[in-house]
């Protein structure tokens, strides 16, 4: 195990994680082989919710015991088992740490649970010639049961896995690589996903045996290397609260009570919850593109290239999380995120032909990559740095529970969400000439995500708040209810303060934003003329115009007021609201200042359709989406408010040392 160094002079060359002190090659070799891990795991964990399905199919599965088989079992043992392990994977002392070990010992138990599942007919077959009495089942009825009991087994000892492995990363990864090692981590499941979709899922049918051995196998032979190759370091002893013997009641209620005693642990695990129930309904993402007319082909080539798209942007988004920090960057992306669902509500009126809607849905798509792939960079770093370390996998398996509960409450509602749309508008007619045929009720998913986003956009931005309560960038510690000092210390790592330069940048990307959109509409009227379009330029004179002059005017006003603060910020003043901060406003600049293009895009569509409507309400959603980004934008201004109050280097956080 590497030791601490005590040469000031190596300080810029060497990355500490507790007692682990990493070289910059040792950092390269810690994320190869965690990266590894992961490449490993991503495939096991594939495999089996990819081939099940079709093999429950295929023995003609009730859809309910099914759903039980599929989604109950994992979200039931993630609410039960996975909080046990974890707060005794957390109080676990062992010369190889406190991870490894139950990595290790659930290794043997997953790799024959994945050689049941691959063989679950032929045992099936095998039991009911030999057990007395289950010759009267049908051999599909036998089967079913065994690849239940077979599922349970693999999902109870898979828990012991999961929180052990991510669990560990925060155990060995320096802090300040968190955020990039996140990245490369979803870099490498995402190529794993796509090199399993690509090359071995046609297989899932015909050489099942065959991907099932395979998988255990590399699990087995991935994970020896990675338990070999990685070390865990010394954890400081337990508290007196880990070590007191205490019945199963009162170890519940200290788990309960422990996890759930600070405002900001609720919040953080709340709007994963939210995020989890909102989540399920975009499993039917492939219904609502088939509504809007795309084929099966489309569809491969659409969610083809949004994966590439993400691939690459993750890596450039990673480096930016940890400059600027996780929670930071999740707040700021989930509050300019509002915009993305209330946009899509114009599919609600509108009809393309597939070929059309796949491009102009692929563009505004591609449109919110970076962001997607800032929120996703953020989630696991954004846990590391908030939940107390002590008890970092009991944090996680919280999060975990309300997760899981939240899916399975979805899993009830959702399709019952569905069926409610689809009778309430089954045999209407409304504006727009669309029947609301069987799959109408798939394009309320924009509804259903919208009011998930307002919701996690409370809930975040409380926690934002929260987080600065408590000391900020410089000065946070999680709290912890059983210290005598109320938190647990550890290192500040340094962030990049607000730079005026840049902010000053992306203020006049956003001025192009709001008076190029109005510029857009007064240009939009000559050929709604030339083409005969008389009831739209109507409707541009008496609605569309007057509303982008509004947006302009208040963008003008609220424009004015943050470079008038970032004065103030320069000479030393309070200024009257918080500083947005300016990375995060070059990405909404960028990214809205990009989406004119699509404007023009609709709007050329539209027009070569003969259609005002369509027009008009492409102009419409494009003005409501400008109104919400002066609403996120004033709601970021209060947000920061008393806290981001200084600008260029005097907001800088150097990095300290855990004390």
Same mark, same amino acid.
């Given at each position: 195990?590497?030791?601490?160094?005590?040469?000031?002079?190596?300080?810029r060359?060497?990355?500490?994680?507790g007692?682990?002190?990493?070289?910059?090659?040792g950092?390269?070799?810690?994320f190869? #082989?965690?990266? #590894?891990?992961?490449?490993?795991?991503t495939l096991?964990?594939?495999?089996?919710p990819?081939?099940i =399905?079709l093999?429950l199919k295929?023995?003609?599965? =009730?859809?309910?015991?099914m759903?039980m088989?599929?989604?109950?079992?994992?979200?039931?043992?993630?609410?039960t088992?996975?909080?046990?392990?974890?707060?005794?994977?957390?109080?676990?002392?062992?010369r190889?740490?406190?991870?490894?070990?139950?990595?290790a010992? @659930?290794m043997p138990?997953?790799?024959?649970s994945?050689?049941?599942?691959?063989?679950?007919?032929e045992?099936?077959?095998w039991l009911?010639?030999?057990? &007395?009495g289950?010759e009267?089942y049908?051999?599909?009825?036998v089967?079913?049961?065994?690849i239940?009991?077979?599922m349970?087994i693999?999902?109870f000892?898979?828990?012991?896995?999961?929180t052990?492995?991510? +669990?560990?990363f925060?155990?060995?990864? =320096?802090?300040?690589?968190?955020?990039?090692f996140?990245?490369?981590?979803?870099?490498?499941?995402?190529a794993?996903?796509?090199?399993?979709?690509?090359?071995?899922?046609?297989y899932?049918?015909?050489?099942?045996h065959?991907?099932?051995a395979g998988?255990?196998?590399?699990?087995?032979?991935?994970?020896?290397?990675l338990?070999?190759?990685?070390k865990?370091?010394k954890y400081?002893?337990?508290?007196?609260?880990?070590t007191?013997k205490? @019945?199963?009641?009162?170890?519940t209620r200290?788990?309960?009570?422990e996890?759930?005693?600070?405002?900001?642990y %609720?919040?953080?695990?709340?709007?994963g919850?939210?995020? +989890?129930?909102?989540?399920?309904a975009? *499993?039917?993402q492939v219904?609502?593109?088939?509504?809007?007319?795309?084929?099966?082909?489309?569809i491969g080539?659409y969610?083809?290239?949004?994966?590439?798209a993400? $691939?690459?942007?993750?890596?450039f988004a990673?480096?930016?999380?940890d400059?600027?920090? &996780?929670?930071r960057?999740y707040?700021?992306?989930?509050i300019?995120?509002?915009t993305?669902?209330m946009m899509? #509500?114009?599919?609600?009126?509108?009809d393309?032909?597939?070929?059309?809607?796949?491009w102009?849905s692929?563009?505004?798509q591609l449109?919110?990559?970076?962001?997607?792939?800032?929120?996703?960079?953020?989630?696991m770093?954004? %846990?590391?740095r908030?939940?107390?370390?002590s008890?970092?996998g009991? $944090?996680?398996? +919280? %999060?975990?529970m309300?997760? @899981?509960?939240?899916?399975?409450?979805?899993?009830?509602?959702? *399709?019952g969400?569905?069926?409610?749309?689809?009778v309430?508008?089954?045999?209407?007619?409304? *504006?727009?000439?669309?029947a609301?045929?069987?799959?109408?009720c798939?394009?309320?998913y924009f509804?259903?995500?919208s009011?998930?986003?307002?919701?996690?956009f409370?809930?975040?931005?409380w926690a934002?708040?929260?987080?600065?309560?408590l000391g900020?960038?410089?000065?946070?510690?999680p709290p912890a209810?059983w210290?005598?000092?109320?938190y647990?210390?550890?290192?500040?790592?340094?962030?990049?303060?607000?730079q005026?330069k840049?902010?000053n940048?992306?203020?006049l990307?956003?001025?192009?934003?709001m008076?190029g959109?109005?510029?857009l509409?007064?240009?939009?009227l000559?050929?709604?003329?030339w083409?005969?379009?008389?009831?739209?330029?109507?409707?541009?004179?008496? +609605?569309?115009?007057?509303l982008s002059?509004?947006v302009?005017?208040?963008?003008?006003r609220m424009?004015?007021?943050?470079?008038?603060?970032?004065?103030?910020?320069?000479?030393?003043?309070?200024?009257v609201?918080?500083? &947005?901060?300016?990375g995060?406003?070059?990405?909404?600049?960028s990214?809205?200042?990009?989406?004119?293009?699509?404007v023009i895009?609709?709007?050329?569509?539209a027009?070569?359709l003969?259609?005002?409507?369509?027009v008009?309400l492409?102009a419409l959603?494009?003005i409501?989406?400008n109104?919400?980004?002066? $609403?996120?934008? #004033?709601?970021v201004?209060?947000?920061?408010?008393?806290?981001?109050?200084?600008?260029?280097?005097?907001?800088?956080?150097a990095?300290?040392p855990?004390?």
């Amino acid at each position: 195990m590497p030791e601490a160094s005590t040469v000031g002079e190596e300080k810029r060359e060497l990355y500490h994680c507790g007692t682990l002190t990493y070289t910059k090659i040792g950092l390269v070799s810690l994320f190869i #082989w965690l990266l #590894w891990g992961d490449f490993c795991y991503t495939l096991m964990e594939t495999v089996v919710p990819s081939i099940i =399905p079709l093999t429950l199919k295929g023995l003609s599965c =009730p859809n309910w015991i099914m759903g039980m088989i599929i989604s109950t079992i994992p979200n039931f043992m993630s609410m039960t088992v996975a909080p046990y392990v974890s707060v005794k994977s957390d109080r676990c002392r062992t010369r190889w740490g406190r991870r490894i070990p139950f990595i290790a010992a @659930s290794m043997p138990f997953l790799t024959v649970s994945l050689f049941l599942l691959g063989w679950s007919r032929e045992i099936a077959e095998w039991l009911r010639m030999t057990v &007395p009495g289950l010759e009267a089942y049908a051999p599909a009825t036998v089967a079913i049961g065994m690849i239940g009991i077979f599922m349970l087994i693999f999902q109870f000892f898979n828990q012991f896995l999961n929180t052990g492995f991510w +669990a560990l990363f925060n155990d060995v990864v =320096p802090p300040t690589h968190l955020a990039r090692f996140a990245g490369a981590f979803r870099m490498v499941g995402t190529a794993a996903g796509a090199f399993y979709n690509y090359f071995l899922f046609r297989y899932a049918e015909s050489h099942s045996h065959e991907i099932f051995a395979g998988s255990a196998i590399l699990y087995t032979v991935g994970f020896l290397l990675l338990l070999s190759m990685v070390k865990e370091g010394k954890y400081p002893p337990l508290d007196e609260s880990q070590t007191r013997k205490v @019945s199963r009641w009162q170890a519940t209620r200290e788990f309960f009570r422990e996890s759930f005693h600070e405002r900001l642990y %609720q919040l953080i695990f709340a709007s994963g919850g939210v995020l +989890a129930f909102a989540g399920v309904a975009w *499993g039917f993402q492939v219904f609502f593109l088939l509504e809007m007319k795309m084929d099966l082909e489309q569809i491969g080539k659409y969610n083809a290239i949004l994966a590439v798209a993400a $691939f690459i942007a993750t890596y450039f988004a990673a480096i930016f999380v940890d400059r600027w920090h &996780p929670l930071r960057v999740y707040t700021y992306v989930v509050i300019f995120s509002l915009t993305g669902p209330m946009m899509n #509500w114009v599919w609600l009126f509108i009809d393309l032909p597939g070929r059309i809607f796949f491009w102009l849905s692929l563009a505004a798509q591609l449109l919110y990559a970076f962001m997607n792939a800032l929120s996703a960079a953020c989630a696991m770093p954004m %846990q590391m740095r908030l939940f107390p370390h002590s008890r970092y996998g009991q $944090f996680g398996a +919280a %999060q975990g529970m309300i997760r @899981s509960a939240c899916t399975i409450a979805a899993g009830m509602v959702v *399709g019952g969400f569905y069926d409610l749309i689809q009778v309430i508008f089954a045999n209407c007619w409304h *504006g727009g000439g669309i029947a609301a045929g069987a799959g109408y009720c798939y394009r309320f998913y924009f509804v259903w995500s919208s009011l998930a986003s307002l919701i996690n956009f409370v809930l975040i931005a409380w926690a934002y708040r929260r987080w600065n309560q408590l000391g900020g960038d410089a000065h946070f510690h999680p709290p912890a209810s059983w210290n005598k000092e109320g938190y647990e210390k550890v290192a500040v790592v340094a962030t990049t303060g607000y730079q005026s330069k840049w902010l000053n940048i992306a203020l006049l990307m956003m001025d192009g934003v709001m008076f190029g959109s109005l510029l857009l509409v007064a240009v939009m009227l000559a050929p709604l003329a030339w083409h005969g379009m008389y009831r739209a330029v109507r409707w541009f004179l008496i +609605a569309v115009l007057p509303l982008s002059l509004v947006v302009a005017l208040i963008w003008f006003r609220m424009v004015r007021g943050i470079r008038r603060d970032v004065g103030r910020a320069k000479a030393g003043e309070l200024p009257v609201n918080g500083i &947005p901060h300016h990375g995060m406003m070059m990405v909404f600049g960028s990214k809205f200042l990009l989406t004119i293009g699509l404007v023009i895009a609709q709007f050329h569509v539209a027009v070569r359709l003969e259609n005002e409507l369509y027009v008009v309400l492409f102009a419409l959603g494009n003005i409501v989406t400008n109104f919400l980004l002066l $609403f996120c934008t #004033w709601f970021v201004l209060k947000m920061e408010k008393g806290y981001a109050t200084k600008i260029d280097a005097a907001s800088l956080v150097a990095a300290a040392p855990e004390q």
